[in-house]
């Protein structure tokens, strides 16, 4: 009975968990931007124009499709900061190259953030990037 009991607790708080981190980006809820440059998410190469971006049903990964293209899934991890004042996409870029860094949605304190690749940090040892913040749609 102490095992029935406790399993349910855990159960129950392992769905809340998972479904705070969800309801950021939640399954009816879309993020779309016109982005103008060719970028890149993960190891995957986005080309530029209208983008949308929606939660896949799993905690952390996001489906991400750029004018009719397959889409691309990523996986994201969470970052705090103050309240986003809009909803939008984070880039860095060095030279003439993109990556996706960040999601953030109008009035949350939490985004989504997608981890460096190995050529990132390539990149990133050589220069500091520079931002570029593209105002979404959600």
């Known amino acids: 009975m102490k095992k029935q009991v406790l399993f349910s607790l855990l159960t129950t708080v392992l769905l809340m968990a998972a479904g705070s981190?969800?309801?950021?980006?939640?399954?009816?809820?879309?993020?779309?931007?016109?982005v103008p440059f060719d970028y890149k998410v993960g190891n995957a190469a986005m080309r530029a124009g209208n983008c949308s971006i929606r939660a896949t049903g799993t905690p952390d990964a996001l489906a991400i499709r750029c004018d009719g293209s397959e889409a691309k899934l990523a996986l994201t991890g969470s970052v705090s900061g103050k309240p986003a004042s809009e909803t939008k996409l984070v880039f860095?870029?060095?030279?003439d190259e993109y990556f996706l860094a960040q999601i953030w949605i109008a009035g949350e304190n939490t985004g989504r953030q997608f981890p460096r690749t190995r050529a990132e940090k390539e990149l990133m040892s050589r220069a500091e990037p520079d931002s570029v913040v593209i105002v979404a749609q959600k």
């Open 21 to 34: 981190a969800y309801a950021q980006l939640g399954s009816r809820q879309e993020v779309r931007a016109n």
């Open 92 to 95: 860095h870029k060095y030279g």
